[in-house]
């Protein structure tokens, strides 16, 4: 067993069992005690503690390893864990079932390995690069769309970015006949896009941690990604999309964001 062989088996089990502590945490959110960091930008002791279940857990099975999370920070490094303990909290804290936790493990500044878990629906997405990408073990591929009109993409939205820009970017989509959803968690709309469920996911303003599974996901599914650190670090927030590959001349022209596909 190669060292990527363990840390994905690892980072397979560990994604189930942070998701388990999180779905009880979720049936249990009315007790949680609730912080702003922003606007609409919330953090309950849920992220906290399973970001601090998931981290003892690397460091005990790879302590040379550094890690990079949402609630904990953490700093760039040839061997990297970057994780997102609950993408989609304002969801989680409304009840709503649109949230996921993220693990990636990156190598000189590629994702090897993309981990998402949906635990209300009990689906694990996994991607190895070059090895595919699977739910709960059964191989996923993108939608294979090629027009607009049949098209739908997963957008996100943030207090961070332009709001104006965002508006510009419903209108070109709008005009192009593309359907769209903000679903609340970009890294489980990265899912649904690399199984086809939806067919783009676009985000103008996104961290690492929120996409960087997601994105290794619609590659090893035969889909168009962003490579993130394309031009900018693991600590940058940048534009990202990913796609179908028969649409990504249309998300282009849509998004009109540069050239991240």
């Known amino acids: 067993m190669t060292d990527l062989d363990r840390r994905y088996?690892?980072?397979?089990?560990?994604?189930?069992?942070?998701?388990?502590?999180a779905l009880d945490y979720f049936r249990r959110r009315d007790e949680l005690a609730v912080e702003h960091k922003g606007v609409q930008d919330l953090v309950s002791?849920?992220?906290?503690?399973?970001e601090k279940?998931?981290?003892?857990?690397?460091?005990?099975?790879?302590?040379?390893?550094a890690i990079l999370?949402?609630?904990g920070g953490g700093d760039e490094a040839a061997r990297l864990w970057v994780i997102d303990p609950i993408d989609g909290t304002a969801n989680f804290l409304r009840g709503m079932p649109y949230w996921s936790m993220v693990l990636a493990y990156v190598v000189d500044d590629v994702t090897e390995i993309g981990i998402t878990m949906d635990?209300?629906?009990?689906?694990?997405?996994?991607?190895?690069?070059?090895?595919?990408?699977?739910?709960?073990?059964?191989?996923?591929?993108v939608s294979g769309r090629a027009g607009p009109a049949e098209s739908c993409v997963g957008l996100s939205f943030n207090f961070k970015q332009d709001g104006q820009a965002y508006a510009r970017m419903i209108g070109r989509l709008n005009a192009a006949r593309f359907d769209h959803r903000r679903s609340g968690s970009t890294a489980l709309a990265l899912c649904h896009t690399a199984d086809g469920r939806i067919d783009a996911t676009l985000s103008l303003d996104c961290n690492s941690w929120d996409c960087l599974s997601g994105l290794i996901l619609v590659e090893e599914a035969g889909g168009l990604a962003t490579r993130y650190t394309d031009g900018h670090t693991l600590l940058d927030r940048r534009a990202i999309a990913a796609c179908t590959p028969g649409i990504a001349g249309h998300i282009r022209d849509a998004a009109d964001i540069g050239d991240i596909l």
């Open 119 to 141: 635990p209300l629906h009990d689906e694990l997405f996994a991607a190895r690069r070059g090895r595919g990408a699977t739910r709960n073990g059964r191989t996923v591929r």
């Open 9 to 21: 088996d690892a980072a397979c089990r560990i994604a189930r069992e942070a998701g388990a502590v």
């Open 69 to 71: 999370g949402e609630e």
């Open 53 to 65: 279940l998931i981290r003892a857990e690397l460091g005990r099975l790879f302590p040379d390893d």
């Open 45 to 50: 002791n849920a992220d906290r503690e399973v």
